[in-house]
């Protein structure tokens, strides 16, 4: 049996490999790593048993496996770590772009050429996300934070409120139902979803806000969207408290910010031992809410 984390190098040697953090099950690995190397620009570093698997490095994110799926528990066993993610067909994977790599448009004209490309979204003043698709269904959710100054991100959490009420005005309770496609969020689901993530992401923030103690730790329970809106009734419950509620959460923290100077500056550790400072935080919740108020503004338009 082949040692754990060792593979044959292209060179013909043998080596001992960073173990793969992502695996990849496809048809035929020999072929399929073309794709890997010429459209997503990962780096080939060993390949091995006559090109059923390929290990590769994704800028920034480790290194990925892949492998032929007829053969895949095996490499995953001996090439793999224990807390791998197998991706699936149709599932995405998110990679974080800095965005000091540079723009992410050399990856986009690839993309094109290969028509790989899914989406591209883009939250002005918060990030943008390049999903591209392989050719057996694999999603890459290339996403890329962009820099804000506090008073740009203050300004984007204060506006969320307004535009969600824009969004809606005019709406009967029936048109609420609508939604982009059969089986996608209604717009009733999407208003539920956005502030139910909007309260569960203010008491982390107040957490932050609260004591000016760099490298106190959070933890908290995943959020699991779907099963939320299952548990919580989304497709059935009104919004009107909810819209109410959106708006005075919002003013609630920007009357707590107001009140300390360096609010935005102080940070937590979060799980892997990241630094989440409260202005990264209310930059996500400002772009989640204006990604959702965008998704019913086009569930209108079809109307």
Same mark, same amino acid.
């Not at 793969?20 to 080939?44: D, N």
């Not at 060993?46 to 480790?62: F, K, N, V």
């Not at 919580?232 to 919002?250: D, G, H, N, S, T």
């Given at each position: 049996?082949?040692?754990?984390?060792?593979?044959?190098?292209?060179?013909?040697?043998?080596?001992?490999?960073?173990?793969?953090?992502?695996?990849?099950?496809?048809?035929?690995?020999?072929?399929?790593? &073309?794709?890997?190397?010429?459209?997503?620009?990962?780096?080939? @570093?060993?390949?091995?048993?006559?090109?059923?698997?390929?290990?590769?490095?994704?800028?920034? $994110?480790?290194?990925?496996?892949?492998? !032929?799926?007829? !053969?895949?528990?095996?490499?995953?066993?001996?090439?793999?770590?224990?807390?791998? *993610?197998?991706?699936?067909?149709?599932?995405?994977?998110?990679?974080?772009?800095?965005?000091?790599?540079?723009?992410?448009?050399?990856?986009?004209?690839?993309?094109?050429?290969?028509?790989?490309?899914?989406?591209?979204?883009?939250?002005?003043?918060? #990030?943008?996300?390049?999903?591209?698709?392989?050719?057996?269904? =694999?999603?890459?959710?290339? #996403?890329?934070?962009?820099?804000? &100054?506090?008073?740009?991100?203050?300004? +984007?959490?204060?506006?969320?409120?307004?535009? /969600?009420?824009?969004?809606?005005?005019?709406?009967? !309770?029936?048109?609420?139902?609508?939604? /982009?496609?059969?089986? *996608?969020?209604?717009?009733?689901?999407?208003? =539920?979803?956005?502030? !139910?993530?909007?309260?569960?992401?203010?008491?982390?923030?107040?957490? @932050?806000?609260?004591?000016?103690?760099?490298?106190?730790?959070?933890?908290?329970?995943?959020? $699991?969207?779907?099963? #939320?809106?299952?548990?919580?009734?989304?497709?059935?419950?009104?919004?009107?408290?909810?819209?109410?509620?959106?708006? /005075?959460?919002?003013?609630?923290? /920007?009357?707590?910010?107001?009140?300390?100077?360096?609010?935005?500056?102080?940070?937590? @550790?979060?799980?892997?031992?990241?630094?989440?400072?409260?202005?990264?935080?209310? *930059?996500? +919740?400002?772009? =989640?809410?204006?990604?959702?108020?965008?998704?019913?503004?086009?569930?209108?338009?079809?109307?």
């Amino acid at each position: 049996m082949a040692e754990r984390g060792t593979g044959e190098s292209r060179d013909g040697g043998q080596g001992v490999q960073e173990q793969a953090k992502l695996v990849i099950g496809v048809e035929r690995a020999e072929t399929a790593v &073309t794709f890997y190397t010429e459209v997503l620009g990962w780096q080939a @570093i060993t390949s091995g048993d006559g090109g059923r698997y390929a290990l590769l490095a994704l800028p920034g $994110e480790g290194v990925a496996l892949l492998a !032929d799926r007829a !053969d895949a528990e095996g490499y995953t066993a001996r090439l793999a770590a224990l807390d791998a *993610k197998r991706l699936e067909s149709g599932e995405r994977h998110f990679i974080r772009v800095p965005e000091e790599l540079g723009p992410l448009e050399p990856l986009l004209q690839r993309a094109e050429e290969a028509g790989a490309v899914v989406s591209d979204e883009l939250e002005p003043g918060c #990030w943008r996300t390049l999903t591209l698709e392989s050719p057996e269904g =694999h999603r890459f959710a290339y #996403w890329q934070e962009f820099a804000a &100054t506090h008073e740009q991100i203050m300004a +984007m959490f204060a506006a969320a409120p307004q535009r /969600l009420e824009a969004a809606l005005a005019g709406l009967g !309770d029936s048109e609420l139902d609508r939604a /982009l496609a059969p089986g *996608k969020w209604t717009i009733r689901q999407q208003v =539920h979803h956005l502030v !139910d993530l909007d309260m569960a992401a203010t008491h982390k923030l107040k957490y @932050i806000i609260a004591e000016n103690e760099p490298g106190r730790t959070f933890s908290s329970s995943r959020f $699991e969207q779907d099963r #939320w809106a299952e548990g919580m009734k989304y497709a059935l419950r009104p919004i009107a408290a909810e819209v109410a509620l959106f708006q /005075l959460l919002r003013e609630h923290v /920007l009357s707590v910010c107001s009140m300390i100077p360096d609010a935005l500056a102080r940070s937590v @550790i979060v799980s892997g031992g990241r630094t989440e400072t409260a202005a990264k935080l209310m *930059k996500s +919740m400002a772009g =989640h809410a204006n990604g959702h108020i965008r998704k019913i503004e086009q569930i209108r338009a079809m109307f």
